[in-house]
């Protein structure tokens, strides 16, 4: 399925599981998601069921939002407690949409107390007490940490997921690897089907093939990590300097904001450190995983200036990560965005893109770990494996049965939605929007910022409607990325997207296609391609096509194919 059939669903009020490979787009599509529900005027609750995970994507723990806090059972005694609470029953009342993102990583028993406490604070008997519930995750990635001796239960096993019954968004393209003997092996690994070749490839890892990039490496415990870190900073000459955090707002929910923030609450920094950077700034041109080199110190400010791998120089001015609620901020932490990166844990790097990487699995010890620390690099020519556990590369065969589920799934309620017309889609937002007290929002209102209540989310995707702005006034993909200090492949996947939800014309993307097809050949060949194969997936285009062309190239050439197919 691809992104726009993923949120026309969202937007009927269905309660959903969005999932997908890594790199597939779940946190953009959230994202559209979460913009358009503020846009309408819903309430929407974004939460997560880890601490990073929340601060990622601006909202609270799951635990903090329902009450639920570090409890394993809920007492009759403990239910009365919570309900009784007047900040925890005015959000869980208001609220009309639940986000949880990182699913894979809540245990079903603590999802079961959550709808527990929706039903009873909301006074209904259906699942989360009639709230739109939208799980975000892939149960590929890392399991739900239990205590000891505790039996784990995914959450799909729980019954309030039972009782949700959510229609299953498989997100079906990759935006991160393009190197298909790494999706080849990564595809294996969600298999269950790791042969000695897999194996044999990944012992072939010793070297980092991009020169002057020192990689990240990433270790399963904590205490690896810090002490390569410190090691590699003490042994930099030159003065330290120091960059201390700046919060502001609740106690309690500063101190989750501190705790989980990739960067530290203080900050060292030397000329020459190996920093990674740990926020998205698409204007700025860095995004969390971005990897670099402190290269000196602004001599006003003292913000420390990097050189990406791109050869990029970047003034790093500190930035915020927020808990918002109701388009409230309650509480917010200033930093500068880095952290040092000779090395991170695997748990740290998920949801990361890494340029290069070099990965220790000999102490990998629950399922997920090494496809987590796998999928992190955009390709094996960035990728080092230092040390393998013969057991790093399995994943849970419940997993692996349940997977096979949700993409037939998938398939099904793509079949149905497809088969619906636009008029019929618009009814169906029309009246959840309607229902639930809102006003349908148009398509601009989504996008630009400045509009009504649309505060943090949207702006962060306000990269977009400056690429459709510089792209609608006749600029080239060339010109657009160097006005926006950006690669062109990122300005095209831009204009990709946009595209795919109808904010630029055909013509736009047509120009955009012939700047890299002049002679129109190859997009003649790709078109023929899909209609032989479908457009479906990138990988069948690209072999059916004698891999002459690029999937940037191919992916644009597609998305046109929908559009007229749409006329």
Not at 78 to 87: F, G, K, N, Y
Not at 448 to 453: A, E
């Amino acid at each position: 399925m691809n992104q726009s059939r993923a949120l026309d669903i969202l937007k009927t009020g269905a309660n959903v599981f969005l999932t997908g490979e890594p790199g597939s787009g779940k946190t953009y599509v959230i994202n559209q998601y979460i913009a358009w529900l503020e846009a309408a005027g819903l309430a929407v609750a974004v939460t997560a069921s880890t601490g990073i995970a929340a601060t990622h994507i601006g909202g609270m723990t799951i635990h903090s939002w329902s009450g639920a806090g570090a409890r394993d059972n809920l007492t009759q005694y403990d239910l009365d407690q919570i309900a009784s609470r007047e900040t925890t029953v005015k959000r869980v009342k208001k609220a009309q949409v639940l986000v949880i993102d990182e699913i894979s990583m809540m245990d079903g028993k603590l999802l079961d107390i959550v709808d527990v406490i929706c039903r009873t604070i909301r006074q209904r008997t259906d699942a989360f007490g009639g709230l739109q519930v939208v799980f975000v995750g892939d149960f590929f990635q890392l399991p739900p940490v239990t205590r000891g001796g505790d039996l784990m239960r995914y959450a799909f096993e729980s019954r309030a997921w039972l009782e949700t019954r959510p229609l299953i968004c498989y997100l079906g393209d990759q935006f991160r690897q393009e190197d298909e003997k790494l999706l080849a092996l990564l595809s294996s690994i969600r298999r269950n089907e790791i042969e000695e070749e897999h194996y044999t490839l990944l012992n072939e890892q010793t070297d980092i093939d991009y020169e002057g990039i020192e990689p990240t490496r990433l270790y399963t415990h904590n205490a690896d990590v810090d002490a390569v870190n410190a090691t590699k900073l003490a042994s930099l000459l030159g003065k330290p300097r120091t960059f201390s955090m700046v919060g502001r707002g609740s106690k309690p929910l500063l101190e989750v904001l501190i705790k989980n923030c990739l960067s530290p609450d203080t900050l060292q920094l030397k000329e020459d450190a190996m920093v990674m950077c740990t926020k998205n700034n698409f204007e700025a041109g860095y995004v969390n995983g971005t990897l670099a080199r402190v290269a000196a110190f602004d001599t006003d400010t003292g913000h420390p200036i990097i050189e990406t791998t791109d050869g990029r120089t970047i003034t790093m001015i500190p930035m915020s990560w927020d808990i918002i609620e109701d388009g409230k901020i309650r509480a917010s932490i200033e930093q500068v965005p880095l952290r040092l990166a000779w090395a991170i844990t695997v748990h740290k790097s998920q949801g990361m893109s890494l340029d290069a990487a070099e990965v220790d699995l000999s102490k990998a010890f629950v399922y997920g770990q090494g496809y987590v620390a796998l999928s992190r690099v955009r390709s094996l020519a960035g990728l080092k494996v230092l040390g393998m556990n013969p057991n790093a590369l399995q994943v849970d065969p419940k997993v692996v049965a349940k997977d096979k589920h949700f993409k037939s799934q998938s398939e099904t309620a793509e079949d149905t939605f497809t088969a619906m017309t636009e008029a019929e889609l618009l009814t169906l937002h029309t009246q959840f929007v309607v229902s639930s007290g809102g006003k349908l929002p148009s398509l601009e209102t989504v996008l630009t910022p400045g509009k009504r209540v649309l505060a943090a989310r949207v702006k962060k995707e306000s990269t977009f409607e400056q690429t459709k702005l510089l792209l609608q006034a006749g600029k080239s993909v060339t010109d657009i990325a160097k006005a926006r200090g950006m690669a062109t492949s990122t300005i095209r996947g831009h204009i990709d997207k946009l595209a795919e939800i109808k904010e630029i014309s055909t013509e736009d993307l047509k120009r955009v296609i012939k700047e890299l097809d002049e002679s129109g050949a190859a997009t003649k060949a790709i078109m023929a391609a899909i209609k032989k194969h479908t457009d479906e997936k990138l990988k069948p285009l690209f072999e059916a096509t004698g891999e002459q062309y690029d999937y940037e190239l191919i992916s644009l050439v597609r998305t046109l194919y929908r559009l007229e197919a749409r006329k």
